[in-house]
Nanobody, 124 residues
Framework: QVQVVESGGGLVEPGGSLRLSCAAS????????VGWFRQVPGKEREGIIC????????YYEDSVPGRFTISRDDAKKTVYLQLNSLKPEDTAVYYC?????????????????WGQGTQVTVSS
């Protein structure tokens, strides 16, 4: 059975850091593109960054490059999202999504497997 579980969210002050983890089980992660999305109440879920099956990285949110870093450890079936220099506008529920495809995409419908989300709150 396929499962995707995010962890690592929490409350952090502006300028702080968090590391989110996305752990997959039930299948090898090697052939999956993995995207991170975020959603705030009243708005659509938006793609922010993705790592392809061969570790190509694509940014979908202009404010992310230089602050957020994505990496994957296929042996551990885990993808990491390092969040640095966090701002209040980064506050959202962050979701990990998997697509058994080579390339990345910013579109929600592209991904077949989703985690339950982890809350990130940036506030002083």
């Amino acid at each position: 059975q396929v499962q995707v579980v995010e962890s690592g969210g929490g409350l952090v002050e502006p300028g702080g850091s968090l590391r989110l983890s996305c752990a997959a089980s039930g299948f090898p992660l090697d052939y999956f593109a993995v995207g991170w999305f975020r959603q705030v109440p009243g708005k659509e879920r938006e793609g922010i960054i993705c790592i392809s099956s061969n570790e190509g990285i694509t940014y979908y949110e202009d404010s992310v490059p230089g602050r957020f870093t994505i990496s994957r450890d296929d042996a551990k079936k885990t993808v990491y999202l390092q969040l640095n220099s966090l701002k209040p506008e980064d506050t959202a529920v962050y979701y990990c999504a998997l697509a058994r495809k080579y390339y990345c995409s910013p579109y929600v419908d592209y991904y077949a497997y989703w985690g339950q989300g982890t809350q990130v709150t940036v506030s002083s």
